[in-house]
C-alpha cells in the first residue's frame, strides 16, 4: 500500500488559540434562551443545542449533536440475546454533557485532513510558517500521501462516505487538528461515552430495542447492506439525533481491549474519566458499533470489536508499518466519530492525553519517518492556518 519513497509525515503544532478561544468566551452550540423547538439540553452554562460548523477554510460542513449528561451501564446484562463474556460485568458511569458528531467522519472531511501533507510541505518551503520546537506537546500530525489507494478506497471514495482504515492514532490526531483550526476542544469518545450517546437513554440491545429484525430501519450491516459501506446519514437516527451508530462503519473509542477489564468495577460507580482504560500496548483497542460486513448481533451496543494492527497491516510492506494506515480487512469497515466536551480541560497537556501518540512504539515509527529518514516537514495548524493556504494561491 505504501511505498518508501511516498509515505512522508507531515507536522503540524496546535497552538493555544485552542485555549484563548474557549477562555474568551465561545459559545458555539449554546443558546442563552430557551429553544422554541428542537433538540436541546440544559445546562448552567445555557442551552446546548445541535449545531453546523465548517472546517475552516472550506465550505466541508459537520453537524454536531448535544448529549445530555446522565448515568450508562456500561456493557450488556447477562439474558441479552447475542452477550459475549467480554461485554461484563456491568458497572455504571456518570457521564458529562458533550456534543457528538452527528455522523460519521465522511471523505469529504478526512480527505481534507490528507491534502495537509502536501499543503504544509509548500507551506515549509515558502518559509510562511517555521516551527520553533517539533518536540512540543502542541505537535501534531497529518497522514501520508496514500502509495495504493485501491486498499483504503475500496469500497468507494464518495465525499458522503464514511472515511475507513485509519489507526485510531491518525483519528486522535485528526481530532487534534480539527480542534486547533476550529478553536473547540474535539477527542475521541471513551467506550463508556460512546454507549450513553449509542443507547440516548435504552437499556436494550440495540437503541431502538432488542428485536433485531428492526435494526434495517438503523443500520447498514451484512444482511442488508451488501458488501459496501453506504453514504453517512441514511438511516433513522437513534433519540438524541446521532445516524449509524449501530453498521455502516465500527467507530474507534479511546479505550484499549481486555476482556476482563470489567470485572474491577463491578457494581461500582465511575466517572467517565475513571472508567477510560487508556491504552499500554499496540492492541488490542475497542472499535464500537459494528459494520457494513457484521452480523446484527456484533452491531448491538455493547459489543467489543478487537483492532490487530498485525493483521490489519498484513498488506503494508514496510518496516516499521504505517502509524497512519491499515490495508486489510476488517479495517476497510472501520472509522470515527468526535466529540466536543461541554467542559474541556484547562491546559494543552490535559487535553493532549486524549490527542497524543500513547505509547513509545507509535511515536518512534512517527520519529523514524521525521527525524530520521527525512521524509517529512513541520508546520503549524492554528486559526491562522486557513488564511496562510490562502497565500499559495495567491501569493499577492
Known amino acids: 500500500m505504501f511505498a518508501t519513497a511516498a509515505r512522508s509525515l507531515i507536522v503540524l503544532v496546535v497552538f493555544p488559540s ?17 429553544p422554541a423547538a428542537g433538540r436541546y439540553v440544559e445546562t448552567p452554562h445555557g442551552y446546548m443545542i445541535p449545531y453546523e460548523a465548517k472546517i475552516p477554510g472550506t465550505d466541508i460542513t459537520y453537524r454536531m449533536q448535544p448529549i445530555p449528561g446522565g448515568k450508562v451501564k456500561v456493557g450488556s446484562p447477562e439474558s441479552e440475546a447475542g452477550r459475549q463474556p467480554d461485554e461484563g460485568p456491568q458497572f455504571e458511569v456518570t457521564i458529562e454533557p458533550f456534543w457528538m458528531a452527528e455522523r460519521e467522519v465522511s471523505w469529504a472531511e478526512y480527505k481534507y485532513y490528507m491534502t495537509m501533507h502536501d499543503q504544509l510541505k509548500k507551506l515549509y518551503e515558502a518559509k510562511i510558517r517555521p516551527v520553533a520546537d517539533p518536540k512540543s506537546d502542541l505537535v501534531v500530525t497529518a497522514p501520508s500521501n496514500l502509495y495504493d489507494p485501491t486498499f483504503t478506497f475500496k469500497q468507494g471514495a464518495d465525499p458522503q462516505q464514511p472515511a475507513v482504515t485509519m489507526s485510531q492514532f491518525a483519528a486522535k490526531q485528526y481530532t487534534k487538528w480539527l480542534s486547533g483550526i476550529s478553536g473547540q476542544f474535539l477527542r475521541l469518545p471513551s467506550e463508556a461515552e460512546w454507549e450513553y450517546a449509542c443507547r440516548a437513554g435504552s437499556t436494550t440491545a440495540f437503541h431502538f ?45 479511546l479505550d484499549e481491549y481486555a476482556a476482563d477489564s470489567y470485572k474491577a468495577r463491578a457494581g461500582k460507580t465511575v466517572s467517565a474519566a475513571e472508567a477510560i482504560a487508556w491504552p499500554t500496548k499496540l492492541y488490542p483497542r475497542i472499535v464500537k458499533g459494528g459494520g457494513w460486513d457484521d452480523d446484527a448481533a456484533n452491531c448491538r451496543v455493547a459489543v467489543r470489536q478487537q483492532s490487530d494492527d498485525d493483521s490489519w497491516r498484513g498488506e503494508d510492506p514496510n ?33 493532549n492525553k486524549f490527542w497524543q501518540a ?39
Open 18 to 34: 485552542l485555549l484563548l478561544a474557549q477562555a474568551s468566551g465561545d459559545t458555539l452550540g449554546i443558546s442563552k434562551t430557551k
Open 209 to 253: 430495542g432488542d428485536d433485531p429484525k428492526q435494526l434495517g430501519d438503523y443500520a447498514w450491516y451484512y444482511e442488508n447492506g451488501g458488501e459496501t459501506t453506504h453514504k453517512v446519514g441514511l438511516k433513522k437516527p437513534n433519540a438524541w439525533g446521532l445516524y449509524d451508530m449501530h453498521g455502516n462503519v465500527g467507530e474507534w473509542v
Open 319 to 351: 518496516f516499521p508499518q504505517s502509524p497512519w494506515w491499515f490495508t486489510s480487512e476488517p479495517a476497510l469497515s472501520v472509522g470515527f466519530r468526535p466529540i466536543r466536551p461541554l467542559q474541556a480541560p484547562a491546559t494543552i497537556a490535559e487535553r
Open 358 to 396: 500513547d505509547i513509545q512504539q507509535i511515536r518512534d515509527d512517527v520519529n523514524q519517518r521525521v527525524d530520521k529518514e527525512g521524509r517529512g516537514v513541520r508546520g503549524i495548524a492554528d486559526a491562522a492556518l486557513p488564511a496562510d493556504l490562502k497565500k499559495l494561491e495567491d501569493p499577492k
